[in-house]
């Protein structure tokens, strides 16, 4: 087998993209120092020189996840919602979608992480440390499409994508991924009911 040598600043990107395919494949028992070595195909003891200890390679796939996932989500590429719901609904269901589909490896890495820091204080405040970007970057969101509660709508946003999400990536509609258009109507018919907009049930405006 060849061996890599990529250079110091691609390293760490590589090991943390190593780690966060081991996660989605192995699970967190899968991640191992050794494994993420082979698995990138880099000299023994690459990953240990990274990231010293399991708590460091945690922080280092962490750090990483919030980086990929800012690019999935794109938030700061979306329409501005003032213009209407419609923009929101649809740049929405557009980060969910694609978390769902071609991002799916990347989802089931961020449940292991999140259950890992449930056990593990020390990561768990990392976890939400990485996550308040977005958090926020929603938030003001929803505040430029005229909430007048922004942190409840936030929570009531993620709560959805996030239910969604596990249900169709690890949980039991994983064989029944919702279409593009699917994910659009249940969000707007959330965000009609938060807004106090449309017809419950129609969708529409």
């Not at 050794?34 to 690459?46: F, H, K, T, Y």
């Not at 240990?48 to 708590?55: G, M």
Request: aromatic share 4%.
């Amino acid at each position: 087998m060849s061996v890599r040598t990529p250079s110091a600043a691609a390293r760490a990107d590589l090991v943390a993209d190593t780690s966060l395919a081991l996660l989605a494949e192995r699970g967190m028992r899968g991640l191992t120092h050794r494994a993420v070595d082979e698995a990138a195909e880099l000299p023994q003891g690459s990953t240990s020189n990274v990231a010293r200890t399991r708590q460091a390679l945690l922080e280092l796939a962490v750090r990483r996840l919030a980086e990929r996932e800012a690019r999935v989500l794109a938030l700061e590429e979306m329409p501005d919602p003032r213009g209407g719901l419609d923009s929101l609904a649809d740049g929405l269901a557009l980060a969910t979608h694609r978390a769902l589909t071609r991002n799916r490896a990347l989802t089931l890495a961020r449940y292991e992480l999140a259950l890992e820091a449930t056990r593990r204080p020390e990561l768990r405040a990392y976890f939400d440390a990485t996550g308040a970007r977005f958090r926020d970057q929603l938030a003001a969101l929803v505040t430029a499409a005229g909430s007048t509660d922004p942190a409840r709508h936030v929570l009531s946003l993620v709560a959805w994508a996030d239910g969604l999400m596990f249900s169709c990536v690890a949980g039991s509609f994983g064989s029944q991924v919702p279409s593009l258009e699917a994910v659009r109507a249940g969000l707007r018919e959330l965000l009609d009911g938060m807004f106090g907009q449309g017809t419950p049930g129609t969708g529409r405006p």
